[in-house]
T-cell receptor, first 115, second 113 residues
Framework: GDSVTQMEGPVTLSEEAFLTINCTYTATGYPSLFWYVQYPGEGLQLLLKATKADDKGSNKGFEATYRKETTSFHLEKGSVQVSDSAVYFCALSDELGTSGSRLTFGEGTQLTVNP | GAGVSQSPSNKVTEKGKDVELRCDPISGHTALYWYRQRLGQGLEFLIYFQGNSAPDKSGLPSDRFSAERTGESVSTLTIQRTQQEDSAVYLC???????????FGPGTRLLVL
């Protein structure tokens, strides 16, 4: 079945450091890829997505490019802030019958940014 | 508009008791999903509703788990005879039909003693 593998955490960085969180996937077909973020005490929020190969998703300074040849969707940010401290989840959509799209998640990566 | 809401936000129960978890999706969202998040792990898919029918129940862990949805609105996830391994955060999400982006509720944190 489909699966998502994320870089193990936790990750601790200083403010303004460069961030990369690795994500690779295994899937049949052509899934859409997502990064979700969970801030402390809050629900899961969509951060960015890409629906086909070579698409780049971006939001709030974060970027990820859908790489079909390496089956990857690594999350990057050039300069992190303390407010980026959260758990980040990579996910892919799995087309179900009758228009549903189940999400398959990685295990999450805890990011802590220190001032 | 209002997002996905879930109730209760926290639930503590004794082993063997039944629990009901509620989800109110975003108005107009016909697709509704339940996931489970165990401590330190990613989310596991449980069940998917399109309208009030459930085309995919493949993620339900056992026959103690069931879910229903009335119309294109509220859904209830019921866990019968709870076990300690059922302790987790139960998350609900909704989306428009044919839209892959899912919007998540804040979750219900269930603790089975």
């Amino acid at each position: 079945g489909d699966s998502v593998t994320q870089m193990e955490g936790p990750v601790t960085l200083s403010e303004e450091a460069f961030l990369t969180i690795n994500c690779t996937y295994t899937a049949t077909g052509y899934p859409s890829l997502f990064w979700y973020v969970q801030y402390p005490g809050e629900g899961l929020q969509l951060l960015l997505k890409a629906t086909k190969a070579d698409d780049k998703g971006s939001n709030k300074g974060f970027e990820a490019t859908y790489r079909k040849e390496t089956t990857s969707f690594h999350l990057e940010k050039g300069s992190v802030q303390v407010s980026d401290s959260a758990v980040y989840f990579c996910a892919l959509s799995d087309e179900l019958g009758t228009s549903g799209s189940r999400l398959t998640f990685g295990e999450g990566t805890q990011l802590t940014v220190n001032p | 508009g209002a997002g996905v809401s879930q109730s209760p936000s926290n639930k503590v129960t004794e082993k063997g008791k039944d629990v009901e978890l509620r989800c109110d999706p975003i108005s107009g969202h016909t697709a509704l999903y339940w996931y489970r998040q165990r401590l330190g792990q990613g989310l596991e898919f449980l069940i998917y509703f399109q309208g009030n029918s459930a085309p995919d129940k493949s993620g339900l862990p056992s026959d103690r788990f069931s879910a229903e949805r009335t119309g294109e609105s509220v859904s209830t996830l019921t866990i019968q005879r709870t076990q300690q391994e059922d302790s987790a955060v139960y998350l609900c999400a909704s989306s428009l039909v044919r839209e892959q982006t899912q919007y998540f509720g804040p979750g219900t944190r269930l603790l089975v003693l």
